[in-house]
T-cell receptor, first 115, second 112 residues
Framework: GAVVSQHPSRVICKSGTSVKIECRSL??????MFWYRQFPKQSLMLMAT?????????EQGVEKDKFLINHASLTLSTLTVTSAHPEDSSFYIC???????????FGQGTRLTVV | RKEVEQDPGPFNVPEGATVAFNCTYS??????FFWYRQDCRKEPKLLMS???SGNEDGRFTAQLNRASQYISLLIRDSKLSDSATYLC?????????????FGAGTTVTVRA
C-alpha cells in the first residue's frame, strides 16, 4: 500500500503554545489529505479535508482559526494547533489519497498532550 | 443515527476459534467498504476491501449485504496477533464524492 508519514509521533506542549504536525505522502502524490482526531475508545472524527493548493474544508464544529491546515504541495500537508489547551490533547491522524484511490492510507498519528 | 455502527465488543476468544461481527451503515448510496485494523495507540491499517460478492483473504472473510446495509468480518483460526480493534469504514458515493465514515470499532482479544 501507499506510504504516509506523519511527524512528530508524540508531542507535549504547554497551554497557549502552538504545535505543528506534518503529514507526507512518500511514494505517491496526494491530491487530497484528511485530518482526523481520535479520543480514547472512540472512532476517528474527520476534522478537515485539504486539497493541494486550495483552502481546507472544515467539518462542522471544528474551528478553522484554531486548527490551521496548509496543503502547499502534493506530498505535504500540515496541521497547526494554535493556542493549545488541555482539551486539545488527543490522537491526531492524517490520511492521504489520489483521485483514483477509494481507500485511505494513514500516517502513524501524533499523540498530543497539552499540559 | 450514526452513519456507521459497530458492536464494540469486546469479543474474547481462544486461539483457533472463529469470531465474526457486523457493521451497519445508514447511507444506502455508499459505494466502497473496508475493514481496517487498529492496534492500541496506533494508526488504522487497511485489512481488506469488501466487495459485493464477498471476498476472502487468508483467514479473513468479508461479506456485504446491500439490502440490509451491513458488512461483516469473519476471522477463522484466530491467532494471538489478531487481537486489535477492527474498524468498519464506508466510503460514500465514490468516485463522485469522497467521504469516509468510520465505525467506533469492534475490539477482539484472542487469548492463549
Amino acid at each position: 500500500g501507499a506510504v504516509v508519514s506523519q511527524h512528530p509521533s508524540r508531542v507535549i506542549c504547554k497551554s497557549g503554545t502552538s504545535v505543528k504536525i506534518e503529514c507526507r505522502s512518500l511514494d505517491f502524490q496526494a491530491t487530497t489529505m484528511f485530518w482526523y482526531r481520535q479520543f480514547p475508545k472512540q472512532s476517528l472524527m474527520l476534522m478537515a479535508t485539504s486539497n493541494e493548493g486550495s483552502k481546507a474544508t472544515y467539518e462542522q464544529g471544528v474551528e478553522k482559526d484554531k486548527f490551521l491546515i496548509n496543503h502547499a504541495s502534493l506530498t505535504l500537508s500540515t496541521l497547526t494547533v494554535t493556542s493549545a489547551h488541555p482539551e486539545d490533547s488527543s490522537f491526531y491522524i492524517c490520511s492521504a489519497r489520489t483521485a483514483k484511490m477509494a481507500e485511505a492510507f494513514f500516517g502513524q498519528g501524533t499523540r498530543l498532550t497539552v499540559v | 443515527r450514526k452513519e456507521v455502527e459497530q458492536d464494540p465488543g469486546p469479543f474474547n476468544v481462544p486461539e483457533g476459534a472463529t469470531v465474526a461481527f457486523n457493521c451497519t451503515y445508514s447511507n444506502s448510496a455508499s459505494q466502497s467498504f473496508f475493514w481496517y485494523r487498529q492496534d492500541c495507540r496506533k494508526e488504522p491499517k487497511l485489512l481488506m476491501s469488501v466487495y459485493s460478492s464477498g471476498n476472502e483473504d487468508g483467514r479473513f472473510t468479508a461479506q456485504l449485504n446491500r439490502a440490509s446495509q451491513y458488512i461483516s468480518l469473519l476471522i477463522r483460526d484466530s491467532k494471538l496477533s489478531d487481537s486489535a480493534t477492527y474498524l468498519c469504514v464506508v466510503n460514500s458515493d465514490f468516485p463522485n464524492d469522497y467521504k469516509l465514515s468510520f465505525g467506533a470499532g469492534t475490539t477482539v482479544t484472542v487469548r492463549a
